[in-house]
Nanobody, 124 residues
Framework: QVQLVESGGGLVQAGASLRLSCAASGRTGSSAAMGWFRQAPGQERDFVASISWTGGTTYYADSVKGRFTISRDNAKNTVYLQMNSLKPEDTAAYYC?????????????????WGKGTQVTVSS
């Protein structure tokens, strides 16, 4: 069993930056892609960013390209999401995910494990 714990969320003003972290523990021996999703109240859980096991391949939602950066440190079993130039529409609960393959996780259907989420609120 794998546990994912997100941290780094908070309340910020538009234009500010936040860095989310997700630490994995438990049976993390598989070489899996990891990603971030987000969900606003009353909406579906949407893809934000994904990174391959090696870190060499990344994907981003169009809405965050150029503002967010995903990275990982496999020695620490941790994935990060650097969020710059935050906008009110970025407000959501952000969830860390481990995918079912080593390259990409871009849909909830390809997620093996979820974290419990961390709230990001951006005021205008």
């Amino acid at each position: 069993q794998v546990q994912l714990v997100e941290s780094g969320g908070g309340l910020v003003q538009a234009g500010a930056s936040l860095r989310l972290s997700c630490a994995a523990s438990g049976r993390t021996g598989s070489s899996a892609a990891m990603g971030w999703f987000r969900q606003a109240p009353g909406q579906e859980r949407d893809f934000v960013a994904s990174i391959s096991w090696t870190g060499g391949t990344t994907y981003y939602a169009d809405s965050v390209k150029g503002r967010f950066t995903i990275s990982r440190d496999n020695a620490k079993n941790t994935v990060y999401l650097q969020m710059n130039s935050l906008k009110p529409e970025d407000t959501a609960a952000y969830y860390c995910a481990i995918g079912d393959n080593s390259v990409v996780v871009r849909t909830p259907k390809r997620v093996d494990y979820w974290g419990k989420g961390t709230q990001v609120t951006v005021s205008s």
